[in-house]
Protein backbone atom coordinates (compact mmCIF):
# COMPACT_ATOMS: atom_id res chain seq x y z
CA UNK A 1 0.00 0.00 0.00
CA UNK A 2 1.03 3.37 -0.76
CA UNK A 3 1.80 6.29 1.95
CA UNK A 4 -0.77 9.36 0.88
CA UNK A 5 2.78 11.39 0.26
CA UNK A 6 4.45 8.91 -1.86
CA UNK A 7 0.94 8.19 -3.94
CA UNK A 8 0.70 12.07 -4.71
CA UNK A 9 4.28 11.97 -5.64
CA UNK A 10 3.95 9.52 -7.77
CA UNK A 11 0.99 11.42 -9.42
CA UNK A 12 2.83 14.15 -10.06
CA UNK A 13 5.43 12.35 -12.01
CA UNK A 14 3.01 10.74 -13.92
CA UNK A 15 1.75 14.02 -14.65
CA UNK A 16 5.27 15.17 -15.70
CA UNK A 17 5.80 11.94 -17.95
CA UNK A 18 2.46 12.73 -19.70
CA UNK A 19 4.07 16.23 -20.23
CA UNK A 20 7.01 14.88 -21.61
CA UNK A 21 5.21 13.84 -24.20
CA UNK A 22 3.51 16.33 -25.05
CA UNK A 23 6.53 18.45 -24.97
CA UNK A 24 8.53 15.91 -27.28
CA UNK A 25 4.95 16.13 -29.83
CA UNK A 26 5.62 19.46 -30.04
CA UNK A 27 9.06 19.53 -30.79
CA UNK A 28 8.02 16.83 -33.70
CA UNK A 29 5.85 19.09 -34.78
CA UNK A 30 7.66 22.19 -34.96
CA UNK A 31 10.61 20.05 -36.99
CA UNK A 32 7.85 18.54 -39.30
CA UNK A 33 7.22 23.12 -39.87
CA UNK A 34 11.06 22.83 -39.90
CA UNK A 35 11.25 20.60 -43.18
CA UNK A 36 13.18 18.41 -40.79
CA UNK A 37 11.59 15.09 -41.02
CA UNK A 38 14.19 13.02 -38.77
CA UNK A 39 14.61 15.19 -36.14
CA UNK A 40 10.59 15.39 -36.16
CA UNK A 41 10.62 11.38 -36.02
CA UNK A 42 13.47 11.35 -33.23
CA UNK A 43 11.07 13.59 -31.28
CA UNK A 44 7.70 11.23 -32.37
CA UNK A 45 9.65 8.36 -31.02
CA UNK A 46 10.73 9.94 -27.94
CA UNK A 47 7.18 11.34 -27.28
CA UNK A 48 6.00 7.11 -27.42
CA UNK A 49 8.47 6.57 -24.78
CA UNK A 50 7.14 8.87 -22.75
CA UNK A 51 4.07 8.06 -23.16
CA UNK A 52 4.96 4.50 -21.84
CA UNK A 53 6.81 6.02 -18.61
CA UNK A 54 3.39 7.73 -17.70
CA UNK A 55 1.26 4.41 -18.21
CA UNK A 56 4.21 2.46 -16.23
CA UNK A 57 3.85 5.18 -13.33
CA UNK A 58 -0.06 4.92 -13.76
CA UNK A 59 0.22 0.98 -13.54
CA UNK A 60 2.18 0.78 -10.86
CA UNK A 61 0.19 3.26 -8.32
CA UNK A 62 -2.86 0.95 -9.16
CA UNK A 63 -1.24 -2.41 -8.69
CA UNK A 64 -0.01 -0.66 -5.17
CA UNK A 65 -3.90 -0.06 -4.33
CA UNK A 66 -3.61 3.56 -4.94
CA UNK A 67 -5.57 6.09 -6.57
CA UNK A 68 -4.43 7.62 -9.44
CA UNK A 69 -5.33 11.34 -9.89
CA UNK A 70 -5.01 12.84 -13.44
CA UNK A 71 -4.15 16.44 -13.18
CA UNK A 72 -4.08 18.84 -16.16
CA UNK A 73 -1.19 18.68 -18.85
CA UNK A 74 0.72 22.01 -18.85
CA UNK A 75 0.86 23.42 -22.84
CA UNK A 76 4.51 22.87 -23.70
CA UNK A 77 6.59 25.50 -25.82
CA UNK A 78 5.74 25.13 -29.27
CA UNK A 79 8.97 27.35 -31.23
CA UNK A 80 12.88 27.30 -31.03
CA UNK A 81 14.86 29.31 -32.58
CA UNK A 82 17.27 26.35 -34.11
CA UNK A 83 17.52 22.75 -33.96
CA UNK A 84 20.18 23.05 -31.53
CA UNK A 85 18.40 25.11 -29.63
CA UNK A 86 15.18 22.50 -29.07
CA UNK A 87 17.86 19.56 -28.46
CA UNK A 88 19.31 21.77 -25.82
CA UNK A 89 15.52 21.97 -24.23
CA UNK A 90 15.37 18.57 -24.45
CA UNK A 91 18.65 17.61 -22.39
CA UNK A 92 18.07 20.31 -20.01
CA UNK A 93 14.09 18.90 -19.27
CA UNK A 94 15.71 15.02 -19.36
CA UNK A 95 18.15 16.45 -16.43
CA UNK A 96 15.24 17.75 -14.39
CA UNK A 97 13.30 14.44 -15.04
CA UNK A 98 16.40 12.66 -13.58
CA UNK A 99 15.95 15.18 -10.68
CA UNK A 100 12.60 14.48 -9.78
CA UNK A 101 13.27 10.54 -10.28
CA UNK A 102 15.92 11.19 -7.43
CA UNK A 103 13.74 12.62 -5.55
CA UNK A 104 11.51 10.28 -5.56
CA UNK A 105 13.81 7.32 -4.86
CA UNK A 106 15.00 9.43 -2.00
CA UNK A 107 11.46 10.27 -0.89
CA UNK A 108 10.80 6.07 -1.25
CA UNK A 109 13.59 5.67 1.34
CA UNK A 110 12.07 8.28 3.49
CA UNK A 111 8.93 6.24 3.51
CA UNK A 112 10.63 2.43 3.66
CA UNK A 113 9.01 1.72 0.77
CA UNK A 114 10.98 -0.66 -0.62
CA UNK A 115 8.48 -2.08 -3.46
CA UNK A 116 8.55 1.81 -5.19
CA UNK A 117 12.20 2.64 -4.55
CA UNK A 118 12.70 -1.15 -6.45
CA UNK A 119 10.20 0.17 -8.86
CA UNK A 120 12.31 3.17 -9.28
CA UNK A 121 15.74 1.84 -10.12
CA UNK A 122 14.62 1.06 -13.91
CA UNK A 123 13.77 5.03 -14.05
CA UNK A 124 16.93 6.05 -12.35
CA UNK A 125 18.97 3.63 -15.32
CA UNK A 126 16.69 4.84 -18.29
CA UNK A 127 17.65 8.15 -17.27
CA UNK A 128 21.09 8.51 -17.96
CA UNK A 129 20.45 6.50 -20.98
CA UNK A 130 17.89 9.25 -21.91
CA UNK A 131 20.44 12.19 -20.89
CA UNK A 132 23.18 10.57 -22.71
CA UNK A 133 21.19 10.17 -26.17
CA UNK A 134 19.81 13.71 -26.15
CA UNK A 135 23.69 15.36 -25.09
CA UNK A 136 25.08 13.54 -28.30
CA UNK A 137 22.78 15.27 -30.16
CA UNK A 138 23.55 18.00 -28.63
CA UNK A 139 26.99 17.69 -28.98
CA UNK A 140 26.34 16.39 -32.94
CA UNK A 141 24.61 19.59 -33.21
CA UNK A 142 27.30 21.89 -32.01
CA UNK A 143 30.06 20.53 -34.44
CA UNK A 144 27.69 21.23 -37.30
CA UNK A 145 26.97 24.60 -36.72
CA UNK A 146 25.21 26.43 -39.55
CA UNK A 147 26.52 23.92 -42.00
CA UNK A 148 22.84 23.29 -43.94
CA UNK A 149 24.31 20.11 -45.11
CA UNK A 150 26.14 18.68 -41.76
CA UNK A 151 22.73 19.62 -40.56
CA UNK A 152 20.49 17.53 -42.98
CA UNK A 153 23.34 14.72 -42.54
CA UNK A 154 22.56 15.10 -38.52
CA UNK A 155 18.48 15.02 -39.80
CA UNK A 156 19.35 11.78 -41.76
CA UNK A 157 20.88 9.76 -38.95
CA UNK A 158 18.23 10.67 -36.34
CA UNK A 159 15.44 9.74 -38.69
CA UNK A 160 16.93 6.30 -38.60
CA UNK A 161 15.78 5.91 -34.44
CA UNK A 162 13.63 2.74 -33.98
CA UNK A 163 10.48 2.78 -32.13
CA UNK A 164 11.21 2.34 -29.05
CA UNK A 165 10.66 -1.31 -26.74
CA UNK A 166 7.40 -0.73 -24.54
CA UNK A 167 8.93 -0.33 -20.76
CA UNK A 168 8.58 -3.70 -18.71
CA UNK A 169 5.78 -4.23 -16.59
Do not use: C
Amino acid sequence: MLSPKMQDALNSQTNAEFFSSYLYLSMAAHFEGASLPGMATWMRFQAQEELGHALKFFNFISERGGQVILAEVEGPKTEWGSALEAFEDSYAHEQKISGLINDLANLAREEKDHATEAFLQWFITEQVEEEASVSTVVDQLKLVGDNGVALFMVDGQLGQRAAPAAPPE
